[in-house]
């Protein structure tokens, strides 16, 4: 295995790993924020995803899912196999599309690509809650009203939070976002 394969792969493991930090911090704020569900998590895999591309985020973004299924929230959440494959393994993975942003990236990109992966991400969820939790639905309200109004409030603010964090992280420190070329020995 060469250095940058090496790499590329400690990158993944360490952002997937940094995600569920940050997703367990969330957890422990949940609700302080006016009631809203403000989450900052998926930053780590849309960094890794603008730095290394669509195939490296993909990878972190499923082992995160992959993550949350043994460690994380999904414990108690997960009703159907077919629905935790979609919401933790599928919808996780679709974070790094923000990838497809390419090079060089920039403030608007940023912006374009970060909102894109996270309005993947949550139509997965959407869909996921439609099929799934439509039984929670308020009597009267269709299940996909129900699913789009609890997992769209969730990706705004979360795509918003995100964008931010994101926006401010290249303003202070573009190098970030760069992949640095080590020589050889």
């Known amino acids: 295995m060469n250095r940058e394969r090496t790499v590329v ?22 609700g302080i924020f006016f009631g809203l569900s403000l989450s900052f998590s998926m930053v780590p895999i849309l960094l890794l995803s ?4 669509v195939k490296a985020g993909m990878a972190a973004g499923f082992l995160w899912g992959l993550l ?5 929230d999904a414990a108690g959440s997960i009703v159907h196999p077919l629905q935790g494959f979609l919401d933790y393994a599928f919808a996780f993975t679709l974070i790094g ?9 920039n403030h608007t990109k940023i912006v374009i690509f970060t909102a894109l992966a996270v ?10 809650g439609w099929v799934y939790f ?3 639905a ?3 309200q269709p299940a996909w009203l129900y699913s789009l109004l609890y997992n769209g409030q969730i990706a705004l603010i ?17 190098k970030l976002f760069n992949v640095i070329k080590y020589n050889r020995y």
Not at 68 to 72: A, P
Not at 160 to 165: G, P, R, W
């Open 134 to 136: 439509g039984a929670y």
């Open 138 to 140: 308020p009597k009267g």
């Open 68 to 72: 949350q299924i043994v460690v994380g």
């Open 50 to 53: 603008f730095r290394r591309g």
């Open 97 to 105: 599309l923000a990838g497809l942003a390419g090079r060089p990236v």
């Open 9 to 30: 792969l400690l990158e993944i493991a360490m952002m997937a790993a940094f995600a569920m930090v940050l997703d367990f911090i969330d957890s422990q704020i949940k």
């Open 158 to 174: 979360n795509g918003i939070t995100c964008i931010v964090i994101l926006v401010i992280l290249f303003t202070v420190a573009p």
């Open 119 to 128: 309005l993947a991400r949550y139509f997965i969820h959407f869909l996921s």
